[in-house]
């Protein structure tokens, strides 16, 4: 009887390396969709009081009622927690997208305009970036004041040199294709070649950078707030909230440690699917595992 041949070892590889991947974008999507829905969740059903003293029950540690306790108010940690999701998420995806669309055009006119045009936009790009972003932010916000337009505006100015950078690179690469050659060939305008023909090829790199950088600018706006910079009280914001809870750290850690775990788990969501993605993108362009 004759026997199947084997499949090859690199079609096995391949199967591994897409289950893998599959299973990884599987859990961060799913992380990050049950952070999202049950700050929807309590939100839209106006489940709890995040903001109402409750002083009976001040220092109470978790339990069945309050699963990360409460905090010196008898405000209930992990609502106030869960409610904070939104703010977060809603300054990371903001301060991404933004910078992620600006970045996206200016990089492109630099790295398709020769000449004095893309070198002057790239000498702006290393005068921003030769501040370190958290102090750029940090002046920013002194002269603007704490509060959100603070942190969007600093957010955003420190993010567009990273997306400038990484499309002007594709661009060099991209406008020496035979397709883009052909464009030229034919007589196509600049503004066509550009923004229909090439800038298809420029997404996916910073797409998938922004992934990541939805959870930097997250992160930020948890450092600002926890220096007291970033979301004023009485909003629930998760570094205030871990802040917060710094005073208590010895006698009711729960405050600070449950909100930071909480806020480790969320970052692993965005961490997983943005190292999925660009994985799916490597194997994709390179055709290699």
Not at 34 to 46: C, M, N, P
Not at 131 to 140: D, K, S
Not at 244 to 262: E, K, M, R
């Amino acid at each position: 009887m004759a026997t199947e041949p084997a499949p090859a070892a690199g079609v096995v590889a391949r199967v591994r390396v897409d289950r893998w991947g599959a299973l990884t974008l599987r859990a961060g999507v799913t992380i990050i969709a049950l952070a999202l829905g049950a700050t929807i969740v309590v939100r839209l059903f106006h489940i709890g009081h995040p903001y109402t003293p409750d002083y009976t029950d001040t220092l109470a540690p978790p339990s069945l009622h309050h699963l990360f306790g409460t905090d010196a108010l008898g405000r209930d940690v992990f609502l106030r927690t869960v409610y904070a999701t939104l703010t977060d998420l809603k300054v990371g995806v903001i301060a991404t997208c933004v910078p992620f669309g600006i970045g996206l055009v200016v990089g492109s006119l630099a790295g398709y305009a020769a000449g004095w045009w893309g070198a002057a936009i790239m000498r702006s790009v290393d005068f921003v970036q030769a501040f370190p972003a958290l102090v750029l932010i940090l002046m920013i916000i002194a002269i603007i004041g704490p509060g959100m337009t603070g942190i969007y505006v600093g957010l955003i100015v420190t993010g567009i040199p990273t997306y400038v950078r990484l499309t002007r690179a594709e661009m060099l690469v991209v406008r020496e294709q035979q397709f883009i050659l052909a464009a030229q060939t034919l007589g196509f305008r600049r503004r066509r070649i550009m923004f229909r023909h090439a800038l298809p090829h420029l997404l996916r790199p910073s797409f998938v950078y922004a992934i990541s950088d939805v959870l930097n600018n997250m992160l930020a706006l948890a450092a600002l707030s926890y220096l007291g910079l970033g979301v004023q009280p009485p909003t629930a914001e998760w570094g205030a909230i871990i802040a917060d809870g710094q005073t208590y750290l010895l006698t009711s850690w729960w405050i600070a440690t449950l909100p930071g775990v909480f806020v480790v788990v969320v970052g692993l969501g965005f961490s997983l699917t943005g190292e999925a993605l660009a994985e799916r993108l490597r194997i994709r362009v390179t055709g290699r595992l």
